[in-house]
């Protein structure tokens, strides 16, 4: 998928430059300083980034995992892959295009925070960082600034995916899905529109569900729990769970005689399409740079 390059809007400036972070008690600390984009015609990775950092309310944050995996904020951006994951066929797909700056939605290197001390004699860490290296490529973790976008870039991907755009109610945090629908013909409209083949559930198939509480990605066990508790939907769907957590408190508010069912989609399929808003969204604030989303797939096989 390869978007048109229109004219840049001449009006686009921005007077901050990320600098480089440094690991403070478990988490990333950025500071910043002052920039000026004087060439209109082109785009710095560091510009790019503050760019839609800028849109963010809060922002720049102090504390955050997205920084730089790869490359400098100086590299002059040839083109833009968006993906869930920056996999080593993702990064292929990369050179190929002849794009120099990928933009992920997590990690890179098989850890919430990107540490590689531990990787440093690994072979498929290797392998990974002198690809990049060879080839100049910029990496960018957008996972706590999507998220904190307003709209959340990630949900606002999702809903469009599903239709449910105007189903979503932004006060409860709930879609609301107003003729109600029976859980096994919900689990094959989320399979055809999200491309995914196979997913697990519990709950009875025949159940109508009305009310839909959607957390896309790894939330955690605790914060599920608390939102199903809260809220009360007929149905959640997750990304992805511990399934020593909320499964079990799904099983066990079932026993009880609730009727609540859960979706456990993936927790690829169940944010890719927020990494495709940021094609959207780069087509729109940075037209002249040519944005392409590869999907990072999922990497499972079922028997």
Not at 33 to 48: D, H, I, P, R
Not at 86 to 91: N, Y
Not at 225 to 242: F, R, T
Not at 281 to 298: L, M, S
């Amino acid at each position: 998928m390869k978007n048109k390059i229109n004219p840049l809007n001449r009006d686009s400036r921005r007077t901050f430059l990320m600098q480089g972070s440094v690991l403070t008690g478990g988490y990333l600390v950025q500071p910043f300083v002052g920039f000026e984009n004087k060439s209109l015609a082109s785009w710095t990775v560091g510009q790019v980034i503050e760019k839609f950092i800028s849109e963010v309310p809060g922002a720049p944050f102090r504390i955050t995992v997205d920084t730089l995996k790869s490359g400098n904020r100086d590299i002059v951006v040839s083109g833009i892959v968006t993906t869930m994951f920056a996999t080593i066929p993702v990064i292929e797909k990369t050179i190929a295009l002849k794009a120099n700056f990928i933009i992920a939605h997590e990690p890179s290197y098989y850890n919430h925070l990107d540490e590689t001390t531990w990787l440093e004699n690994d072979e498929v860490y290797k392998y990974k960082a002198d690809l990049l290296k060879k080839h100049n490529i910029a990496i960018w973790r957008n996972h706590d600034y999507i998220h904190r976008h307003q709209p959340d870039g990630v949900m606002t991907g999702v809903l469009s995916d599903l239709g449910w755009s105007s189903n979503f109610n932004q006060e409860t945090g709930k879609i609301k899905l107003d003729s109600g629908i029976q859980l096994k013909a919900l689990i094959k409209h989320l399979k055809s529109k999200l491309n995914i083949n196979t997913l697990r559930f519990i709950g009875d198939p025949d159940q109508v569900c009305q009310d839909v509480l959607l957390m896309p990605g790894a939330s955690g066990g605790r914060r599920q729990i608390e939102l199903i508790g809260s809220k009360k939907p007929d149905v959640a769907i997750c990304g992805e769970i511990q399934e020593w957590e909320t499964a079990e408190y799904i099983r066990d508010a079932r026993a009880k005689g609730q009727k609540i069912s859960l979706i456990i989609l993936g927790h690829i399929p169940s944010e890719e399409a927020g990494s495709a808003y940021m094609v959207d969204w780069i087509n729109k604030n940075i037209p002249d740079i040519t944005a392409t989303h590869v999907p990072a797939g999922n990497p499972f096989s079922y028997s």
